[in-house]
Each structure stands twice: as C-alpha cells, then as structure tokens.
C-alpha cells in the first residue's frame, strides 16, 4: 500500500424488518482520521496507512428502539494483523471461514463507554465485479464491490441484538486521500425484489466538470452489469447541511425516510427510490470532502474516534 493511500472493507445490512440496520468498516489507512490527516502534513505525505487502523461499527434503529452504538478507535501498526483469510484490528477481527465472512467484534463505544460485542456472517449470494473499477480518471482510486448481494446473520452479546437480513460487501483503495482527488459523492446501494442488487455511484473529481458515475446490477451469475441510471433529484439536506441527492426513475421523487448518520462532512442515510422498474429501498451516503478539509470539523473528530497506539 502506497504511504499517504488507503484501503478499507465496509459492510452493511438491513433487517428483513426494516427496523434495525448496522454498517462496519475496516480500516487501514483510516480516510477520516485527523491523526492520519495531521501526520501526513507533517511527513510530507510519507506516512504508512498501518500506523493508522481502525474498525468502525455502527448499530442503527429505525424504529427509535434502544440499542443503537457507535464505536470507532484508531490504532498503531501493533494492533494489525494480516493473512490470506483474516483481518485483525484491535480485539476486533474479520475472517472467511471457506463459505462466510465471519466478524467478530469486541469495541467500545464512544461517547458513552459502553461495550459492544458480538458475531455477524455474511454470507454471499453473488460476487460481485472481478477486478477493482477505477472512480478517478488517474485510476489511483479503485472499488470493487465484493458481495453486492448477501444475506447477514447479527448475534451480539451488547447489545443483545438477534435478526438477519439483507447485506452488502465491497472494498476500497487509493494510493492519495480521497480529499486530493474528489470534491464529494453520493452513493447508494439496494436490494431489489427479485433478488438482485444494484450501486449507483456519483464521484465529482476536483477540476473535473464531468461527473463520474457508475451504475452497476448483480444477480446470482454475478459479475456486474451496466444500467441506465435515472436521473439525480434532489434530496432534503442533512441536518448540517450536507447536501444529498438520489437517482430515482422519472415520476417516482425518492424519498428520505431516515437520517442514520449526521456529520459536518458526511451523511448516512435510508432513502426509498425507484430503480429497474421497482421501488427500492436503499443505504445511501453523501461525502463533502471540502468539507472534511476544513480545520475545524478536524478538530472535532477526535472526540468521535479516539485513538490508541
């Protein structure tokens, strides 16, 4: 991995009865930390992604129940480990047992330093492209949609949270921070009613007037294949004013239904849709890198991710 780049692997799923949801990202390299941001202004971008790990979980409820977390702590070389199987951060480790990714997690929780502990399995339905696909013109930032279609099995011990649903696995890599080459995004992901899956990607490179867009479906033969992408319309905007928008097919004005994630920078959203024909309900994100950039929103992030090395 390139000094100064990065590299993450995020998961995310949707109760089959819509009132939980959960994302998870693995991090090296961790994009949002001002850590990792502060040491490569001091080492001229030469600094190595493994002194900056992470694992960020976040426990979600539609339906206003209890047990909602967040838990996100950065960490030192020391706390990685790496093998064709397993990822290990930290207490927290990810591993493909031959036919599911197996997660288990050991955090705590910031603000309150509550535990959060537990077991997810993914298991793929599809896998997904078989080679990165580039978002930049440069080709120095790369996703790859792993297993777009899923199902995920959630047992935690804290909170005691049992369901399965819906799930959805892909990765990202870059060889410069993201704030180098993008301005912002929205990206959204969405099971379809007939068992396949959809992505829809709008990355707005810095001096580029043309937005990168990327619009790909997966049924079981996987692979990825290319659709016509509705329109963006617009979406309200965050609590923070982070501005969101939402392809949906003409006559059908998506809809914002629940804010999950509200940040200076960034939004997580649940957001209804129509796509392929069908109405879709989709994990959604809006990114402002510009925003990211600023001093103080920097310096509030801490008190969200600490960090121990």
Do not use: K
């Not at 693995?26 to 030469?46: K, L």
């Not at 426990?59 to 990685?80: H, I, K, N, Q, V």
């Not at 297993?147 to 410069?176: F, H, K, T």
Request: hydrophobic share 40%; glycine share 8%.
């Amino acid at each position: 991995m390139a000094p100064g780049g990065y590299a993450w692997w995020y998961l995310d799923a949707l109760s089959d009865d819509q009132r939980h949801a959960l994302v998870v990202i693995a991090f090296i390299g961790s994009v949002f930390s001002p850590y990792y941001a502060g040491a490569r202004a001091r080492q001229g971008g030469r600094t190595d992604p493994q002194q900056h790990v992470a694992i960020n979980v976040a426990l979600y409820r539609t339906d206003g129940g209890p047990g909602a977390r967040w838990a996100m702590t950065e960490r030192g070389s020391g706390a990685l480990q790496r093998c064709a199987h397993t990822l290990a951060i930290g207490p927290s480790q990810w591993h493909w047992d031959g036919s599911a990714l197996v997660l288990q997690l050991d955090e705590r929780c910031v603000p309150l330093p509550r535990r959060l502990r537990g077991t997810l399995r993914l298991h793929p339905q599809a896998l997904g492209s078989p080679a990165p696909l580039a978002l930049d013109r440069a080709g120095v930032h790369q996703w790859w949609p792993i297993a777009p279609c899923a199902r995920v099995e959630v047992d935690l011990i804290d909170p005691a949270w049992r369901w399965q649903g819906n799930g959805y696995l892909d990765s990202n890599r870059g060889e410069v921070p993201l704030e180098a080459s993008f301005s912002d995004w929205q990206w959204a992901r969405a099971a379809l009613a007939d068992g396949r899956s959809a992505v829809v990607y709008d990355a707005a490179e810095l001096g580029n007037a043309v937005l990168r867009h990327i619009a790909l479906q997966f049924d079981a033969r996987g692979g990825g294949q290319p659709f016509e992408a509705p329109a963006l319309q617009p979406l309200p905007a965050s609590g923070w004013r982070v501005p969101r928008s939402q392809r949906s097919e003409h006559g059908h004005a998506p809809m914002l239904l629940h804010t999950l994630e509200d940040t200076p920078f960034y939004a997580r959203s649940l957001v209804q849709a129509h796509w392929l024909g069908q109405p879709v309900l989709a994990m959604h994100e809006s990114l402002r890198l510009d925003r990211f950039r600023q001093p103080l929103v920097r310096a509030m992030l801490p008190f969200r991710m600490p960090r121990r090395a």
